[in-house]
């Protein structure tokens, strides 16, 4: 049979050190089923809808504000401790080309409970458009994968369990979603307190909707009712909010254009 040598790339090497840190989580998924329909229906009224992934990591920025634990992290430096953060930062996976080859990147959004939704979006969307070396976050990542491998995985360990260098650099959750290929993640892995993931969204407004947790910081019951807050969350803040876009839409349309200037003869 033959076979052909296939080198370690760069997206291949940056996915094996995410996992060598991931696996050392003791991470455990909870699942809700919600049920979003008002959601569903505010924003199909839009022209300009806001993207699910920037509604959803809304959502649980706000539920990481309500609940301490998922600010949360489990560092090893100087001694095993948790460390609590006092704003949020959102990471985003993103499937990007390079060097032509999938590339799984990673985008960070700081605070991003205070960002309105077609902020986000437009953050989203830059992540996922603009050429890849332009972007801070996705230079930085590529330029480690260069390092050998020892020094590789001492920078991981430096970020990872160093109190600053952690949300600064890996941020305080992650979002990590593919449900728009029809198909989802049971259990996505990373080296965060919380990952977020869900299902294929129906039109009745049903969704699986887990989160991915680190047991050391906290316990499956706390998970459970940030669960249920986030669903109350999107069905309350988040349809206000793209009710209130809808609305603003409507009187942009309605307001009268201004006058045009008398032709000089033509």
Same mark, same amino acid.
Request: some cysteine.
């Given at each position: 049979?033959?076979?052909r *040598?296939?080198?370690? /790339?760069?997206?291949?090497?940056l996915? %094996?050190?995410?996992?060598?840190? +991931?696996? !050392?989580?003791?991470?455990?998924?909870?699942?809700?089923r919600?049920?979003?329909e008002?959601?569903?229906?505010?924003?199909?009224?839009?022209?300009d809808?806001?993207?699910w &992934? +920037?509604i959803f990591? !809304?959502?649980?920025?706000?539920v /990481?504000d309500?609940f301490?634990?998922f600010r949360?992290a489990?560092?090893?430096?100087? *001694?095993?401790?948790?460390?609590?953060? #006092?704003?949020?930062?959102?990471?985003v996976? $993103?499937?990007?080309? @390079?060097? /032509?080859? =999938?590339?799984?990147? @990673?985008?960070?959004?700081?605070?991003p +409970? /205070?960002? =309105?939704?077609p902020?986000?979006?437009k953050?989203?969307?830059? @992540?996922s458009e603009?050429?890849?070396?332009?972007? !801070?976050? $996705?230079r930085?990542a590529?330029?480690?994968t260069?390092?050998?491998?020892?020094l590789r995985r001492l920078? *991981?360990w430096?970020g990872?369990? %160093?109190?600053?260098?952690?949300?600064?650099?890996?941020?305080?959750?992650?979002?990590s979603?593919y449900?728009a290929?029809?198909?989802?993640s049971?259990?996505?892995?990373?080296?965060?307190?919380?990952?977020?993931?869900y299902?294929?969204?129906?039109s009745?407004?049903?969704?699986?909707?887990?989160?991915?947790y680190?047991?050391?910081?906290? #316990?499956? &019951?706390?998970?459970?009712?940030?669960?249920r807050?986030?669903?109350?969350?999107?069905?309350?803040?988040i349809? @206000?909010?793209?009710?209130?876009?809808?609305q603003?839409?409507v009187h942009e349309?309605?307001?009268p254009?201004?006058?045009m200037?008398?032709?000089?003869? $033509?």
């Amino acid at each position: 049979m033959a076979t052909r *040598w296939i080198g370690i /790339s760069k997206p291949r090497r940056l996915v %094996c050190d995410l996992l060598h840190f +991931a696996a !050392k989580v003791p991470s455990v998924p909870v699942q809700r089923r919600m049920s979003l329909e008002a959601v569903v229906d505010a924003r199909d009224a839009l022209n300009d809808r806001p993207s699910w &992934t +920037a509604i959803f990591t !809304k959502a649980l920025a706000a539920v /990481s504000d309500e609940f301490p634990a998922f600010r949360r992290a489990y560092v090893k430096w100087p *001694w095993a401790h948790l460390v609590e953060y #006092d704003t949020t930062v959102g990471v985003v996976t $993103f499937e990007r080309d @390079f060097e /032509s080859e =999938s590339a799984a990147l @990673f985008g960070r959004i700081k605070n991003p +409970a /205070s960002l =309105s939704l077609p902020e986000l979006t437009k953050i989203l969307r830059d @992540f996922s458009e603009r050429p890849i070396l332009e972007i !801070k976050d $996705f230079r930085r990542a590529l330029r480690i994968t260069r390092l050998p491998l020892p020094l590789r995985r001492l920078a *991981w360990w430096i970020g990872l369990n %160093c109190t600053r260098q952690r949300a600064r650099h890996f941020g305080t959750f992650g979002v990590s979603v593919y449900s728009a290929l029809g198909s989802e993640s049971l259990h996505p892995i990373a080296p965060l307190t919380v990952v977020l993931n869900y299902g294929v969204i129906q039109s009745t407004g049903e969704v699986d909707v887990r989160i991915v947790y680190d047991h050391r910081v906290m #316990d499956g &019951t706390t998970v459970a009712r940030a669960l249920r807050y986030m669903e109350d969350v999107l069905n309350g803040p988040i349809v @206000f909010e793209l009710r209130e876009l809808d609305q603003d839409a409507v009187h942009e349309r309605a307001s009268p254009q201004p006058a045009m200037s008398p032709s000089n003869g $033509f």
